[in-house]
């Protein structure tokens, strides 16, 4: 598969039923389960900044998370009104559909890393 076919068989099913999202998707779960799970482990011993912070940090991938939805939701339309365009208008949005999936794939992969690294260095504090 060239670079150029990722971008269409990353946007080629909705989001809904495409293992491109779904894999992020189960790590937010995963992150989401561990910020439960270690909120619970140190409530009381962290403060009100402490509990904001955790929040934030455990909402910020979430919203991403919905943004990459919508986001692959309008490119699997687009995808599907593109075809049968002349082929120099298919290759530029080859190109856009590749970065674009790059780009939502890193996103969430960086955001979810960010959560999980908190998050354990977080409940490894000894207060």
């Not at 455990?58 to 309008?74: D, E, G, Y």
Request: aromatic fraction near 16%; proline fraction near 3%; glycine fraction near 8%.
């Amino acid at each position: 598969m060239t670079s150029s076919d990722f971008g269409q068989n990353y946007f080629s099913r909705p989001p809904h039923k495409s293992v491109y999202f779904w894999i992020p998707t189960i790590g937010l779960l995963v992150d989401i389960i561990t910020a439960l799970h270690v909120g619970r482990h140190i409530y009381g011993r962290l403060g009100t900044f402490g509990l904001e912070f955790m929040c934030f940090s455990a909402a910020a991938p979430v919203i991403l998370w919905f943004r990459v939805w919508q986001s692959h939701a309008k490119l699997y339309e687009m995808t599907l009104s593109s075809r049968g365009s002349d082929r120099e208008d298919q290759a530029r949005f080859d190109v856009v559909l590749t970065e674009a999936a790059y780009i939502g794939s890193t996103g969430m992969f960086i955001a979810l890393f960010g959560l999980m690294t908190s998050l354990w260095a977080l409940n490894s504090l000894k207060f």
